[in-house]
């Protein structure tokens, strides 16, 4: 994690987001005066799951993963986050906590913002607030999707799940599965890496998907969500 400041080539002085432009003038002030500017590198955790939240973090650029770390060294993957999103916002509205880990998939420039200051724009403006509540129910009722793949499906079902959902991010992500290691998909589905590989290679032998070294290409879409349906 390195800070950036003015002087560095690599500070964003303005930040162009829809969601700040709903701000006024003072509210702008408000977020520049509390914000700080960091480079995390990849693999630098940005969030620790249990730690104290004391800033929510703006993902400037860069891919990070979010996940949930359970005993014996497990976690499970929720989400991915791209640019545009925040990281951490349920502590603005629940406890002082964060609820997940997340790990830069890449290099990544944050905007760390004092969350006092976030909670003072949000109880005072109204459209900049329903956009964040709105974002943060959306992510909700996708991890609802999430727990119930993991509840009633078998493996062959998450991994077509999980599959499909990292897929459906190439539009803005082209990479995404080169970014993705074998235990990182396995985490996305809830199973061992091990079962993940053979079943990738039983996809492959069925004419589902194409593996070339870390990435992966799904040949058919129609077939892997009949098998997501049937869990």
């Given at each position: ?44 955790t ?69 969350k ?15 956009q ?94 009949e ?5």
């Amino acid at each position: 994690m390195e800070t950036i400041t003015e002087n560095d080539q690599a500070f964003i002085c303005d930040i162009q987001a829809p969601c700040f432009q709903m701000l006024s003038s003072q509210e702008a002030d408000l977020v520049r005066n509390s914000k700080t500017q960091v480079l995390f590198r990849k693999g630098d955790t940005l969030t620790k799951q249990g730690a104290f939240a004391s800033y929510i973090l703006f993902l400037i650029s860069g891919v990070v993963k979010q996940y949930i770390e359970g005993s014996d060294n497990r976690s499970f993957n929720l989400r991915i986050v791209q640019a545009g999103d925040f990281i951490g916002l349920s502590s603005v509205f629940a406890k002082n906590t964060y609820s997940y880990s997340t790990t830069a998939l890449t290099d990544c420039q944050v905007m760390l913002i004092g969350k006092e200051s976030l909670s003072n724009i949000i109880q005072g403006n109204g459209t900049f607030s329903y956009q964040l509540i709105q974002r943060h129910f959306n992510q909700n009722a996708d991890l609802h999707e999430v727990l119930q793949n993991q509840q009633f499906k078998q493996m062959h079902g998450r991994l077509a799940s999980s599959l499909l959902y990292l897929n459906a991010l190439k539009s803005t992500l082209p990479n995404i599965f080169q970014l993705m290691t074998r235990k990182d998909l396995a985490d996305f589905a809830g199973i061992s890496t091990e079962s993940t590989v053979k079943l990738l290679k039983s996809f492959e032998k069925e004419g589902l998907v194409e593996l070339q070294e870390k990435d992966i290409t799904l040949l058919d879409l129609e077939k892997l969500k009949e098998i997501q349906k049937r869990g």
